[in-house]
């Protein structure tokens, strides 16, 4: 089984400064990853989604990952962040079991932005 | 707008009542999923189907049971059994079953006991 590690549970950052949140994930293969955001309250909304080619993949909302198989990475940021970014982030993995598919998901970062 | 309707968005459970949650999707998506999440452990997986007419146990059915009698409806009924139940739910469809799908999420449902 697969399966994703987010090793920050909660960061800070002042609004303007740059943003990285990592994901590791396990998987024996090229996987296919995902990160969605999530305001309090509300479900999850998908920010970008990794399947294969170019390493560095473009979002929503100004964010970008980047794919280093190396590393088991897939990294997320963005250059300025702005306090309306202040929200749960998941890492996901698409996995195949047997004829069903699933995602498998981080235990999630929430970022903080201080004025 | 297409999108995934979920309802109600607060739900209060007696003990050893049973309790619904719906979900209603209007994207024509052939996969739909039911998740819940607890502060801390991410999202982990109930229920999903693939198809009209099949449903499959995720990792955690135990106490849930759902039905798929519709292709934009996948109802998640929480059990007697289920006895830790205070979560957020949350229900989410795919075009179709693939891990390279992205899936679509609902607003979610906060169920609570009494």
């Known amino acids: 089984a697969q399966s994703v590690t987010q090793p920050d549970i909660h960061i800070t950052v002042s609004e303007g400064a740059s943003l990285e949140l990592r994901c590791n994930y396990s998987?024996?293969?090229?996987?296919?990853l995902f990160w969605y955001v999530q305001s309090p309250g509300q479900g999850l909304q998908l920010l970008l989604k990794y399947f294969s080619g170019d390493t560095l993949v473009q979002g929503i909302k100004g964010f970008e990952a980047e794919f280093k198989r190396s590393q088991s990475s897939f990294n997320l940021r963005k250059p300025s962040v702005h306090w309306s970014d202040a929200a749960e982030y998941f890492c996901a993995v698409g996995e195949r079991t047997g004829t069903a598919s699933k995602l498998t998901f981080g235990t999630g970062t929430r970022l903080q932005v201080t004025l | 707008d297409g999108g995934i309707t979920q309802s109600p968005k607060y739900l209060f459970r007696k003990e050893g009542q049973n309790v619904t949650l719906s979900c209603e999707q209007n994207?024509?998506?052939?996969?739909m999923y039911w998740y819940r999440q607890d502060p801390g452990q991410g999202l982990r997986l109930i229920y999903y189907?693939?198809?009209?007419?099949?449903?499959q146990k995720g990792d955690i059915a135990e106490g849930y049971s759902v039905s798929r009698e519709k292709k934009e409806s996948f109802p998640l009924t929480v059990t007697s059994a289920q006895k830790n139940p205070t979560a957020f739910y949350l229900c989410?469809?795919?075009?179709?079953?693939?891990?390279?799908?992205?899936?679509?999420f609902g607003d979610g449902t906060r169920l609570s006991i009494l």
């Open positions: 994207l024509n998506h052939d996969a």
């Open positions: 189907s693939q198809i009209v007419n099949d449903f």
């Open positions: 998987y024996g293969a090229t996987p296919y």
């Open positions: 989410a469809s795919s075009i179709f079953d693939s891990q390279s799908q992205p899936q679509h």
